[in-house]
T-cell receptor
Framework: DGGITQSPKYLFRKEGQNVTLSCEQN?????MYWYRQDPGQGLRLIYY???????QKGDIAEGYSVSREKKESFPLTVTSAQKNPTAFYLC????????????FGQGTRLTVV | GENVEQHPSTLSVQEGDSAVIKCTYS??????FPWYKQELGKRPQLIID?????GEKKDQRIAVTLNKTAKHFSLHITETQPEDSAVYFC???????????FGKGITLSVRP
């Protein structure tokens, strides 16, 4: 069953701890993206990667880090430097160019207490 | 970079009426304009898209129109149904080697 999978669906962490969100796809897509979704803010791009071992900052990269060691995987680490990390995080993948359909994961809701 | 705006942020229509959602974009190089629907608690999914060489595209009850001169594109939903209630995101991309830029989304409510 092809698709893009995020885990876990819900995540709770204490303030000051780093946390890593998983994103895996078996669609053979070159490009992968991380978005943050807050009420009334739409989809804000955190990081994106169009090829293995390369990634670019999005509009709100501060306090986040990523890696792209494998084509299938694009994990996102929310560091303690992120001032307001509680949010809904969506991962997506698409073909290499920006003009193809993006497929989204089911999302991870992160709550930092 | 590209800037995509959607207005208004919410729209309420009576079941059976039509709904029109408009987006504007800033980068004249953008040539791909998709629309995504996100139902409550679910992931966004593509419902229709249009490329700059086409002025209009239809798929059953939904259609998208593009005005490149004015840099805006619109989603049209006819004969709205309660299951059309969702958040709708528009996006734009210059294409090759570029990322999608999303608007902030509009919440459509269809009153039964």
């Amino acid at each position: 069953d092809g698709g893009i999978t995020q885990s876990p669906k819900y995540l709770f962490r204490k303030e000051g701890q780093n946390v890593t969100l998983s994103c895996e796809q078996n669609l053979n897509h070159d490009a992968m993206y991380w978005y943050r979704q807050d009420p009334g803010q739409g989809l804000r791009l955190i990081y994106y990667s169009q090829i293995v071992n390369d990634f670019q900052k999005g509009d709100i990269a501060e306090g986040y880090s990523v890696s792209r060691e494998k084509k299938e995987s694009f994990p996102l680490t929310v560091t303690s430097a992120q001032k307001n990390p509680t949010a809904f995080y969506l991962c997506a993948s698409s073909g290499w160019t920006g003009d193809t359909e993006a497929f989204f994961g089911q999302g991870t809701r992160l709550t930092v207490v | 970079g590209e800037n995509v705006e959607q207005h208004p942020s919410t729209l309420s229509v009576q079941e059976g009426d039509s709904a029109v959602i408009k987006c504007t974009y800033s980068d004249s190089a953008s040539n791909y304009f998709p629309w995504y629907k996100q139902e409550l608690g679910k992931r966004p999914q593509l419902i229709i898209d249009i490329r700059s060489n086409v002025g209009e595209k239809k798929d059953q009850r939904i259609a998208v129109t593009l005005n490149k001169t004015a840099k805006h594109f619109s989603l049209h939903i006819t004969e709205t149904q309660p299951e059309d209630s969702a958040v709708y995101f528009c996006a734009a991309s210059p294409g090759a080697n570029s990322k999608l830029t999303f608007g902030k989304g509009i919440t459509l409510s269809v009153r039964p």
